[in-house]
């Protein structure tokens, strides 16, 4: 079964601090894409990173990073400089390469930024 | 930019009523799909279509159908209500393009059933 986990359902963290989310996943597939979601109180979800799984580096977007562990099958989402926009439920998810798109999502992390 | 959009935000049925929730992409894609999401459980694939007339059964389809009459137009379709479909559900479509492979969202609409 393909599945991805993340292990924690609320965090929060101080404006202008770092703020890493965890997530594993699951799959015997070799090809495939990481992703990791916002959705904002206003409910639009929206794309913040992207990782293909053959790439080794980690992926960047101004103030977000993943850390990828192809390995250990573990993607984390480093925000930096944390700001009040950032508050928001983030969801990882991933699709297998040739599977249609379908993706597969874990259960969320509900952020809070503190002023 | 692409234009995901849902039919209603919002919306209150009663238990046993038909009820369609509509999905329209203005981007061309050739795949959508149809989520619900629920705390804690995350988004679950209900169905997702690759093209029009064509779908296929996601995670969780019991109680759906879908239809896809035409590209831009994918309709989730609650035959029965029931209160257990009481949830957020998302309309998705994708772009798959010179190695980018993104979903878009729409806004989402939550249904109730009472």
């Known amino acids: 079964a393909q599945t991805v986990t993340q292990s924690q359902p609320e965090m929060s963290v101080q404006e202008a601090e770092t703020v890493t989310l965890s997530c594993t996943y699951d799959?015997?597939?070799?090809?495939?894409?990481l992703f990791w979601y916002k959705q904002p109180p206003s409910r639009q979800m929206i794309l913040v990173i992207r990782q293909e799984a053959y790439k080794q580096q980690n992926a960047t977007e101004n103030r977000f990073s993943v850390n990828f562990q192809k390995a250990a099958k573990s993607f984390s989402l480093k925000i930096s400089d944390s700001q009040l926009g950032d508050t928001a439920m983030y969801f990882c998810?991933?699709?297998?390469?040739?599977?249609?798109?379908?993706?597969?999502f874990g259960q969320g992390t509900e952020l809070s930024v503190k002023p | 930019d692409v234009k995901v959009t849902q039919s209603s935000r919002y919306l209150v049925k009663r238990t046993g009523e038909k009820v369609f929730l509509e999905c329209v992409q203005d981007?061309?894609?050739?795949?959508m799909f149809w989520y619900r999401q629920d705390p804690g459980l995350g988004l679950r694939l209900i169905y997702f279509?690759?093209?029009?007339?064509?779908?296929e059964k996601g995670d969780i389809p019991e109680g759906y159908s879908v239809s896809r009459e035409k590209k831009e137009r994918f309709s989730l379709i609650l035959e029965s209500a029931s209160t257990n479909q009481t949830s957020m559900y998302l309309c998705a479509t994708l772009r798959r393009e010179q190695g980018i492979y993104e979903q878009y969202f729409g806004p989402g609409t939550r249904l109730t059933v009472t």
């Open positions: 799959t015997s597939e070799n090809n495939y894409y």
């Open positions: 998810a991933f699709t297998v390469y040739n599977q249609g798109g379908k993706l597969i």
């Open positions: 279509s690759y093209d029009v007339k064509m779908k």
């Open positions: 981007m061309d894609h050739e795949n």
